[in-house]
């Protein structure tokens, strides 16, 4: 079974989070079938350890983490993957794959252009 963690800085204000849950809302929606989660750095909840904890106990084998980051900065680039390899030692017999920040993904970086644009050409 493999399942999807969306991950977040956090924020003390509960409306911050809103628009990761809405990702985790719109994948259910695509495909009612997967498994998603949200975990935040700091501050909101829950946590990456948690999240973890509660797909392993679901009996979940492989996890996909991806940074809900549009920078890569610090907390993508060393504080995540320290996280991620404490969750392999902790978790030897699951998988885990870390993907790129979202922000590095062309994709993203052709939509916001796309938003952006109308702004730029008043």
């Excluded at 969750?87 to 993203?108: A, H, I, K, M, T």
Aim: hydrophobic share 50%; glycine share 4%; aromatic share 4%.
């Amino acid at each position: 079974m493999k399942a999807t963690i969306l991950f977040g800085h956090g924020s003390r204000d509960p409306v911050w989070r809103v628009p990761i849950d809405t990702v985790a809302q719109r994948m259910l929606a695509i495909d009612s079938q997967c498994c998603v989660r949200c975990a935040f750095l700091e501050i909101t909840a829950p946590d990456l350890a948690s999240t973890t904890a509660e797909l392993v106990s679901l009996g979940i084998q492989s996890i996909t983490i991806v940074p809900m980051f549009l920078g890569v900065g610090r907390h993508a680039r060393e504080d995540l993957p320290v996280l991620v390899e404490q969750l392999q030692r902790n978790y030897p017999l699951v998988s885990f794959l870390l993907q790129p920040s979202v922000g590095e993904d062309p994709r993203v970086v052709e939509l916001l252009a796309q938003i952006a644009l109308p702004a730029a050409t008043i």
